[in-house]
């Protein structure tokens, strides 16, 4: 296996730069044995929280931070995502290491924490060239994957002392109401109201409310696989939404970015995992497949669907609102308003094609 595959940061981008000398004066406070001064390198995949990688002369090391400019409240919590992930570690090995976290907004302007670096494969839009798939290798991926996510809905959270992560029960009623609140404020001219869909969900919403850990964030661009066993999973990232939830409602979330094969233009051209490979499983397939796993019964998937969907939009438009208003000038968010009309376009489909009109 060569180095060509193994996922890496790349240049800091304009406006998000770290002060190298106080983040190394303050890591060397709280971590042990670090040697030489960090070479600073950014992670260009995620687009909400900013994520660095610090290399030093003995080790490297991952920094977390809030982004700049407006958040939605609640969102980018960074003492959250640390704690929620060091109390979950003992009982979900996919968990990253976390070794430091810093409260002191004084220090880089923004609290941050410090990760172990999992070194591996990353499955962003296409796998690297230099990994060849067959589509059993390819098949087999996408069921280790999936078995990461019933892994974490499986686990005992109660008994893991893990109960005081979220409310738990209301989970369906607050999800709806808030990310129809938070589309609505964060709305820019150019993007669609929203307002059937969010009467949709709130009118839909199922009577049967299941809760476990969800992760909320769940895609293959946030799992890291094994440089020498590809299908094999060393790590799942991005916890910072992690919460209790409905099961369905995170598959739903994963399912938003999951594009098929024999999917339409605008949707194989955002995609941003590999679903589309010859071996993967269609949205359909991962439904049953999961069910199954976790001894589901679901007659109708839609609800979920048009969730994870109308979330996704919410979340694009926050991160475009950024930009719309200059507090980011990253040019990968520049078209988000875009993707967010497909979004709704695919919510009022699946609404048709269900004939759930109430």
Known sequence: MTNIVLDKAVSVREGEELDVNVVDG????????????????????????????????????????????????GAHDMGREYHLQA?????????????????DEAVI??????????????????????????????????????????????VDYKAAGLDTIGKGSGYIERQITGWSERYTKAKTWNVPSGKGVMRWLKANMPSEE??????????????????????????VLDWELATLGDPLMDLGNTLAYWVNADDD??????????THLKGMMTRDEVVA??????????????????????RLAGIAQQIYYRYHHGQTNNPAFK????????????????????????
């Open 26 to 73: 303050w890591l060397k406070n709280h971590i042990q044995n670090l040697i030489g001064t960090p070479r600073v390198t950014q992670y260009s995949g995620g687009a909400s929280n900013w994520t660095y990688c610090l290399e030093y002369d003995n080790t490297s090391l991952i920094l977390r931070r809030a982004p700049a400019g407006t958040k939605a409240k």
């Open 87 to 103: 109390a979950l570690k003992p009982v979900y090995s996919y968990v990253p290491d976390m070794l430091a976290y810093c409260d």
């Open 109 to 154: 302007g923004t609290e941050f924490y410090i990760m172990e670096k999992l070194t591996g494969v990353i499955p962003r839009k296409n796998l690297p060239r230099d990994l060849k798939t067959s589509p059993k290798q390819t098949r087999q991926l996408c069921k280790n994957v999936l078995d990461s996510l019933i892994e974490l809905h499986k």
């Open 210 to 235: 299941r809760i476990c850990i969800t992760h909320n964030d769940f895609r293959f661009d946030n799992v890291v696989l094994d440089p020498n066993d590809y299908t094999k999973i060393l790590g």
């Open 265 to 274: 233009f605008l949707a194989q051209s955002t995609r941003r995992q590999p």
């Open 289 to 310: 497949y999961y069910c199954k796993q976790m001894d589901i019964d679901v007659d109708d998937f839609t609800f979920y669907e048009v969730y994870g969907l109308f």
């Open 335 to 358: 078209n988000f308003w875009i993707f967010i009309h497909y979004l709704m376009w695919r919510c009022k489909k699946a609404i048709r094609k269900s004939g759930k009109r109430k």
